[in-house]
């Protein structure tokens, strides 16, 4: 009789940050719509199952399809969240950053995945404003509503169940073993990162890095100095995002923990840092047009080949020295 009693009330403390969070999600996200798009938003919603021509002359009809399946995503997105939460309680813990994170994964794969699969078949090419718009939006219509419901609703689950996670008994890392972290994870991530970038872009890639630097016509006309200096350039990165995730898991111990899920989220930042603020502000002055192959390309890479890597090696060595 109690363990049906706190099933029940298991369950109502996750449907509560559900209805709220996708509730919030819902409005926050359909009003600037609204000011984009006008007043036939939910008919662009609906086009994404009917196709463009059968929303936009649906009338009423359509208007109230695209409405009603515009918040049956926003609590099915909630819904994930609040149920995985469950298991990660970090994600309730560390509301604001997760928040933001899941802001920006369910923009990927909305706009990578789901978009390109539907009736719309929208697959770009995306502008640099587009994207950056997007993302910010996502952010703070999207990610932080719903972990913040989860975070002040769901407490009732995650004082339940203090025993399920227990990142928040830190054992502090040595600083040698933060250091072959920062290290190893850049040094991996970087020689797996470049092989990629031999093999799509060719032996003069780490020119193309140079380029960033000092131009394009100065990169590929220095010959060997300039690979050199694009090399140990893609290197100092690649250490430097490996440092960043090594430091904020050292407050964050969920980042070490859950590896495998957080080292995938931190490739996807890391790919968009790089091609929508870094590359724009380089000397070469990259900001799109950008397509949907090279953007899942990038994506995936960044996920597999630098994220993971990284995590991997924080996980390890944040082990051995607990």
Known sequence: MNAARGSTKAWSSIFSPIIVGGTLTGVLDIIPAFMT?????????????????????GGAATWVL??????FIAFVVAAVYCLIARKLTFLA??????????????FMFMNLVVVPLSALHLTGPFSRSTLLQ?????MFEIGLPI?????????????????????????????HA??????SGGMIAGSLDKISGFITAGLRSPQGIAAGLIGRSAAFRGGAPTWILGLALHFFIAVTVASIYCL???RLRFLSKHWLLCGPIYGIAVFLMMNLVVLPVSALH????????????GTLVHMALVGLPISFCLHKFDGEAS
């Not at 813990?93 to 369910?106: A, E, H, K, M, R």
């Not at 169940?161 to 928040?168: F, I, R, V």
């Not at 933060?178 to 290290?183: C, E, F, T, V």
């Open 37 to 57: 798009f006008g007043l036939t938003a939910p008919q662009g919603v609906a086009a994404g199952l009917v196709g463009r021509s059968i929303a936009f002359q």
């Open 178 to 183: 933060l250091l072959r972290s920062m290290l």
């Open 134 to 138: 997007g993302i910010i939006g996502n």
């Open 147 to 175: 972990s913040f419901s989860m975070h002040t609703l769901g407490h009732v689950q995650l004082d339940a169940n203090p025993s399920k996670d227990n990142y928040g008994r830190r054992a502090r890392t040595g600083e």
């Open 286 to 297: 990259l900001a799109g047009p950008y397509t949907l192959r090279g953007l899942l390309q």
């Open 248 to 250: 904020a898991a050292k």
């Open 93 to 106: 813990d560390s509301w604001i950053i997760c928040g933001i994170f899941y802001g920006i994964v369910v």
């Open 66 to 71: 695209g409405f009603l399946l515009h918040f």
